[in-house]
Antibody, heavy 115, light 110 residues
Framework: QVQLVESGGGVVQPGRSLRLSCAAS????????MHWVRQAPGKGLEWVAV????????FYADSVKGRFTISRDASKNMLYLQMNSLRPEDTALYFC????????WGPGTLVTVSS | QAGLTQPPSVSKALGQTATLTCTGN????????ASWLQQRPGHPPKLLSF???TRPSGISERFSASRSGNTVSLTITGLQPEDEADYYC???????????FGSGTKVIVL
């Protein structure tokens, strides 16, 4: 069965960097686009970024453009989110999700940006 | 990047029918339709329907979706206590090359 598991979250000071990972299993990873979606405490879902099935196309929300980079490694079935210049408003539970329709989700990893 | 418009909450009695709406524009919902996601407290979202009307395997027939122009609707029949959750719509915006989510509708089962 399809399984997505995020890792790499934690507490980080404003201005610092963090890299999130998402391990995918149970399907052909290189056949589907992958997203990062975040949810601030008590708030709704916010789309962050998407990478195409082959990694050739990447799109970002305006709120993270220029600071975050999405990437994938087909040889390891891994999705990544490099987050630089972190701000307090980036504090959220970060989910990875599969495909255009978000048909499978991981449990999320919590990122807290605070001094 | 403006999101999709959803009412904040819908309250219905046990066993009744709830209809949720999600409105976008011709570049997102009106282009390729939208998906519906259910999120129960403390859990990640779960896909209920995609391409506006298609229900994934394993999703109860009590959930049905439709689209009319730039608006998609999710109908939940025979409301059960476990249907109490937040419901989000999502769509790809072809003009902005971004995914957009609705602000979510909280379904309350009385």
């Amino acid at each position: 069965q399809v399984q997505l598991v995020e890792s790499g979250g934690g507490v980080v000071q404003p201005g610092r960097s963090l890299r999130l990972s998402c391990a995918a299993s149970g399907y052909t990873f290189s056949s589907f686009p992958m997203h990062w979606v975040r949810q601030a405490p008590g708030k709704g879902l916010e789309w962050v970024a998407v990478v195409s099935y082959d990694g050739s196309n990447k799109f970002y929300a305006d709120s993270v453009k220029g600071r975050f980079t999405i990437s994938r490694d087909a040889s390891k079935n891994m999705l990544y989110l490099q987050m630089n210049s972190l701000r307090p408003e980036d504090t959220a539970l970060y989910f990875c999700a599969r495909d255009t329709d978000f048909d499978h989700w991981g449990p999320g990893t919590l990122v807290t940006v605070s001094s | 990047q403006a999101g999709l418009t959803q009412p904040p909450s819908v309250s219905k009695a046990l066993g009744q029918t709830a209809t949720l709406t999600c409105t976008g524009n011709s570049n997102n919902v009106g282009d390729q339709g939208a998906s519906w996601l259910q999120q129960r407290p403390g859990h990640p979202p779960k896909l209920l329907s995609f391409r506006s009307t298609t229900r994934p395997s394993g999703i109860s027939e009590r959930f049905s979706a439709s689209r009319s122009g730039n608006t998609v609707s999710l109908t939940i029949t025979g409301l059960q206590p476990e249907d109490e959750a937040d419901y989000y719509c999502s769509a790809w915006d072809r003009s902005l090359s971004v995914s957009v989510f609705g602000s979510g509708t909280k379904v309350i089962v009385l």
